[in-house]
DNA sequence: TTGAAAGCGCTAACAA
DNA sequence: TTGTTAGCGCTTTCAA
């Protein structure tokens, strides 16, 4: 198992630079070489050292993904998406799991630094757009999910989150609701603004009037969605609906409910977004939104690995995948 | 960016050989040549060339993980584990998703054969062990979570599947239930036979006749308990519990239930295995074994990094971290 | 179509 | 305490 390239010429009565060849599929190789070399590389169980090969040709065929938690399904779907589509292209992934500090995460950005990944994707709201900005200026390849850069290089893969949000708080007005709250998660990240957003049109579109006290945020977290609920309860605001900006902030309502004796969807009709397996189990099942998590994951992985091999010049490196509402019984109640 | 460590030298006025004794702790070094160099590689933003690094020193820092699905949440969270604690001792873990492929998990397991990684950690029924033992032999490093492999290098995490087992039937029994039927997973799995192994001491030490018309099993999927509770129904034997061997498949069971008008827990107590997240969403709550999850992945991790470092010569390689049973309302309620 | 030789960027043995 | 030198195992000119 220790045999070198030099050890397969030997017994196949060649050069090191032939066996390398065929081992890389050169075209220039006799098939009857070919078939002596790859006989050798069988009988000698031969395996070309992965660090020397990326020394000499300055790639390590590994991209890094950093992610703040890879328990959340929603990233660990992300991750298989890129996964998955690395696999077919033959590049290996190394994961970051950043456990929400931006610290850690900058820690992982210098694998890029040292040659460790040819690529980074960033599935996180940490890191800033310039920081971003700044390695890809420096000449490394990286993309982000979830929200989009304004950079003409840096790839990106998002998701309609204005439509969407538009969508699912005009079906809550149909439902015939007129005060709507809206739980958001951290309170500067681009998903964020953009659900936030088509929140607000779907106001306006509607002209009903937006009430600041109908808003709060939780850390798209399940314990911020609870405590966020409570706050809304001690306000004097009332209201009949609530959108969070994604559905483990809608657990937290769920829970608050539960504690205060309020029905969903009689009293409070929700609606979340990620579509996260779990909400289809609990009770009543929850309206969300279906997003295109692992088709994301692909996408961003293939790209960037198109970039690495020079392989779209002139493409778009902007892409938005659609997501559609699901609505449950968590919002299936019409109010007169 | 594109420095290297004789460029550093030159600034500094040293070596590259004190460059390279600053950069790794070497403490061979004269506290003035030390910030001279730690100077010049700040003023110079010099990162190391991984390849090189790894080339020269024969190591990568890099340990890989094999799962059949990074999104089921029990390998997500093992993975979390072992990248926790890989981070740690700065190491960092390359995922290999097989798709529940045996073939994809061979590819990966070639990892070690190049050199990509130093380490393996296997979390997976697919790859028997003659295989695992055979890399072990040929001098690689690697270890297993979920199960023990008989051998005195192999590293080995799992939990007392036998104990919590019998514990799970017979807390069902002291319930008041007498035919009780067990789904398990995979028929091959060690997992599987040690959960099925606590089922039947708890049925001997309690004198309830053992009757195989009450297995089945399921592949530790939803679908495949949800089927396997259809057949249960279909036969003629009556039961009044089941347990089945993860969560996974309990969800299965609770929709076979819901279509079939059957009440958990009144007319059907169930008890799963793996505490996912979701048991305590759905209703009622379902009743499971808590499973050291991440703590697992942990143990491992640090035992083979370790064991990468000859740090434990003496020490044992297999461990067992307890789980215990969380009784909740799919379980809770008295037969007479 | 093949081989010889140089070198990717680093570390470690040896010498000073 | 520091520098010199020789590779780690591969790929890729260049020459044949």
Redesign the pocket.
């Known amino acids: 198992m220790?045999?070198?390239?030099?050890?397969?010429?030997k017994r196949a009565?060649?050069?090191?630079?032939?066996?390398?060849?065929v081992?890389?599929d050169?075209?220039?190789?006799?098939?009857?070489?070919?078939q002596k070399v790859l006989k050798a590389v069988e009988e000698m169980d031969?395996?070309?050292?992965?660090?020397?090969?990326q020394?000499?040709?300055?790639r390590t065929m590994t991209i890094g993904v950093i992610v703040p938690d890879i328990i959340v399904s929603y990233f660990s779907e992300i991750i298989k998406g890129i996964e998955n589509a690395a696999y077919a292209r033959k590049y290996k992934v190394i994961i970051c799991d950043s456990d929400n500090e931006l610290e850690k995460e900058m820690e992982y950005l210098g694998l890029l630094s040292?040659?460790t990944v040819d690529g980074m994707i960033l599935v996180t709201p940490f890191v800033s757009d310039d920081i971003i900005k700044d390695y890809s200026q420096k000449g490394y390849t990286l993309g982000v999910i979830g929200r989009a850069i304004d950079d003409e290089v840096i790839l990106s893969c998002k998701t309609n989150n204005v439509q969407f949000s538009e969508a699912a708080v005009r079906h809550l007005i149909e439902q015939g609701h007129k005060q709507i709250a809206y739980i958001g998660g951290f309170s500067d990240s681009m998903e964020n603004y953009e659900r936030m957003e088509g929140y607000l049109k779907a106001l306006k579109d509607n002209r009903i009037p937006f009430k600041p006290g109908l808003i709060d945020s939780g850390h798209f977290m399940e314990s911020g969605g609870y405590e966020a609920t409570l706050r809304l309860f001690e306000r004097q605001e009332p209201f009949t609906a609530v959108f969070t900006a994604n559905d483990e902030m809608a657990l937290g309502v769920y829970r608050a409910c539960r504690e205060r004796g309020v029905r969903i969807p009689e009293d409070l009709a929700v609606v979340g977004v990620d579509n996260n397996r779990i909400t289809g189990y609990i009770v009543p099942p929850l309206s969300t939104v279906e997003q295109p998590k692992y088709e994301m994951g692909v996408c961003l992985a293939e790209k960037l690995i198109d970039q690495l091999n020079d392989l779209n010049a002139s493409e778009q490196n902007k892409y938005v995948i659609e997501s559609r509402l699901i609505v449950r019984d968590s919002s299936n109640y019409l109010r007169n």
């Open positions: 220790d045999n070198k390239i030099v050890d397969v010429a009565g060649v050069s090191a630079a032939t066996v390398s060849r081992l890389n050169s075209s220039l190789v006799s098939e009857k070489t070919k031969y395996h070309p050292h992965a660090a020397a090969k020394l000499r040709s300055q040292n040659r």
